[in-house]
């Protein structure tokens, strides 16, 4: 049995443990599961090179503690409730065995195509079960997954698999979302078109539409498995062989591809499934992001199924048919714990009390937001109308670097404070400095949220490139890790997140890197430059506000905006395009060349005064007409 918390008492006794003697605490969690060769040590770390290695030279494999160890106990539980998008079609039930041979069989097919231990590939899908079998069948042979939120572009999806060299790309012909078929495989075609490592695509068939299929190149999902039946060999991986690589925006650049391991993100992301939402043998949990996300990966697949839970899965959105989907499939699969975004809950919330009446949602237990900061109006009426007054709210703070869940209460125990997200997890040892690196201790303190001891879970290094994650993670503050959060710790010791201090926008729960924006819309021909700033948004939680210096002698300001969108879809993604695009000549810049973001970000929110120092700006005479031009628009 995994380490329990049960008590408030409990949890600051493991807390203590976990700080005192880390080796101790993580090393008796870890014996819990499965390894073909015990580790040598718990933890080896530095924070400088950085260097990060948890049960060295231990070997395992991941899917033999989500599947194999399952079937002694439970190969008939229900390991996967799957949701279709449309609700009249027929929903799956897939059991710990059957998931199993699943799997195997997909591994099998993997290998027969050329798929060998350490090779990069490309998944690619909607929400179906295929996605997770896909990603079970790489990591059960040693290959290194990295999902693609199927809402990227190909541009997008090319780049990713030109960073990973990626051998396979996994996919489908379209997806279904809400009333829209969108193409799939199609977008990969495309994306081929500029990559070269890819030897084999295989392609689910999930919405029927036509596609073409390239001889030698392109295999169908159920061709493929044919004749691949039957066990297929756990590969031992080391502790610290990559699992998976996921593509996650940062403040400069091209997305980087964090990297995590096998052994440490294991451990850590099983204790805390089963620690924060308090999941007991029988309940039913359901998250409800995508796969294509860290919390897909953590909380759809690896950690509900390491845990031996079921876990519901679905394809569709909220709103589709009607904004009661959510308590719809709530009540339909009798949900024990729901798991997610503030910005589904504000969307859903914007529809009133009446699309929740006449269900009655009783079997929740817990809920669970992540992604963004979750205002009070929000929390309180996720608590008031989905939890009925009755179930703790868990407002969990991690990252895709993180792995797992790192600040969170523990269902039920940690009492909670609306838009808090209370306290560290077990292992998690915080410290909040100020800009000059100092670490401000006690409480009602307030500054960059970092750590200052590794936990399993962590990030090892970024994809082809370790300079950048030194860079981008600890070299603002030497020997800690910095996330790139602003954090106030309270009177009590309670964290609340107050949201990045880099250049990175979260647009409903998603990750935008503000440069990654800007070179898109710098794409466009008639685009001279651009700041891409965010904004406050009643759903979104942040918006995109883009000013664009731009030649519009030939075309109308309201076209060139339209084509600006469009060019950013294209580049990076729907989620990418901007909210609000405003036409400007000049941008405020200091003497040095650098853009003022600070100025920028002030007037996308409505405020036209009080923008501090601007003696450094080069011609101050610039935002006076940006203000006069955003007044306009407003
Ligand atoms: C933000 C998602 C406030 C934060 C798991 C972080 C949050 C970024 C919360 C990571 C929360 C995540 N409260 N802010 N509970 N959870 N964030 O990598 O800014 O997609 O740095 O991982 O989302 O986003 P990512």
């Known amino acids: 049995m995994n380490l329990k918390i049960q008590t408030l008492s409990g949890y600051f006794h493991e807390y203590q443990k976990s700080v005192l003697e880390p080796e101790k605490f993580w090393g008796r969690i870890a014996e819990t599961f499965h390894w073909k060769k015990k580790w040598d040590n718990v933890v080896d770390w530095n924070f400088e090179e950085p260097s990060v290695k948890w049960f060295v030279n231990g070997k395992m494999n991941i899917t033999e503690n989500m599947l194999d160890r399952h079937l002694f106990t439970s190969a008939d539980k229900t390991a996967i409730l799957w949701e279709p998008n449309d609700p009249n079609e027929a929903h799956r039930t897939i059991t710990y065995q059957e998931l199993y041979d699943l799997v195997c069989q997909f591994s099998n097919t993997l290998k027969a195509q050329g798929v060998e231990k350490g090779d990069r590939v490309i998944i690619y899908m909607p929400m179906v079960p295929e996605a997770a079998i ?43 979302r809400g009333a829209k078929k969108i193409p799939v495989k199609s977008v990969v075609d495309e994306a081929l078109e500029n990559t070269t490592s890819v030897e084999k695509v295989i392609t689910l068939k999930r919405t029927g539409e036509e596609v073409t299929m390239k001889e030698g190149r392109d295999l169908w999902w159920h061709e493929a498995i044919q004749g691949n039946e039957g066990p297929c060999p756990a590969e031992a991986m080391d502790s610290e062989d990559m699992l998976f690589i996921l593509y996650t925006s940062g403040s400069t650049g091209k997305p980087k591809g964090v990297v995590h391991t096998c052994g440490g993100y294991m451990v850590y992301t099983h204790f805390t499934f089963t620690n924060v939402f308090q999941y007991q043998a029988d309940d039913i949990f359901w998250c409800s ?35 009661d989907r959510f308590w719809q499939v709530i009540d339909k699969y009798k949900v024990n714990q729901f798991y997610t975004a503030p910005t589904a809950i504000r969307a859903l919330q914007a529809f009133g009390q009446e699309p929740l009446e006449g269900y009655s949602l009783s079997s929740l237990k817990v809920l669970g937001t992540v992604g963004e900061p979750i205002n009070e109006e929000a929390w309180h009426w996720y608590h008031a109308f989905v939890g009925k007054g009755k179930c703790p709210i868990v407002d969990t703070w991690w990252q895709t670097e993180t792995g797992g869940i790192m600040i969170s209460p523990i269902a039920g125990i940690t009492p909670t404070k609306p838009s808090y997200a209370t306290l560290p997890l077990p292992g998690i040892q915080l410290t909040i400095l100020d800009d000059q690196g100092n ?196």
């Open 134 to 176: 896909a990603m079970m069948a790489c990591a059960r042979i040693g290959a290194v997954h990295s999902v693609v939120f199927a809402g990227f572009s190909s541009t997008a999806l090319a780049d990713r698999i030109n960073d990973c060299q990626a051998k396979m790309v996994i996919t489908s012909d379209g997806n279904f």
């Open 289 to 323: 992001a995508d796969v294509g996300w860290i919390t897909g990966h953590s909380y759809i697949v690896y950690g509900p199924l390491l845990a031996g839970a079921s876990m519901v899965m679905f394809e569709g959105v909220p709103t589709y048919p009607g904004p």
């Open 439 to 634: 670490e401000l201790k006690g409480n009602s303190v307030e500054g960059n949220l970092c750590v200052k001891f590794p936990w399993p879970s962590m990030l090892r290094t970024t994809y082809g490139d370790h300079d950048r994650c030194k860079q981008v993670y600890f070299s603002m503050f030497k020997g800690y890790y910095f996330t790139g959060d602003g954090v106030k710790r309270d009177e009590d010791g309670y964290y609340r997140i107050l949201g990045r201090v880099d250049d990175v926008i979260n647009v409903s729960g998603h990750r935008m890197g503000t440069a990654e924006v800007e070179n898109a819309i710098n794409e466009h021909p008639k685009v001279v430059e651009s700041a891409v700033v965010g904004y406050d948004h009643e759903i979104k939680g942040q918006g995109i506000y883009a000013y664009v210096i731009a030649d519009t002698t030939d075309r109308t300001e309201e076209n060139l905006i339209k084509e600006i969108k469009l060019t950013v879809s294209n580049i990076i993604g729907p989620i990418a395009r901007p909210d609000k695009i405003q036409i400007v000549t000049g941008l405020p810049k200091t003497r040095s060349g650098k853009i003022m973001r600070r100025i920028l970000r002030k007037i996308a929110n409505g405020e036209v005064s009080n923008f501090g120092d601007t003696s450094t700006l080069l011609d101050p005479s610039v935002v006076d007409q940006i203000i006069e031009g955003a007044l306009q628009k407003a």
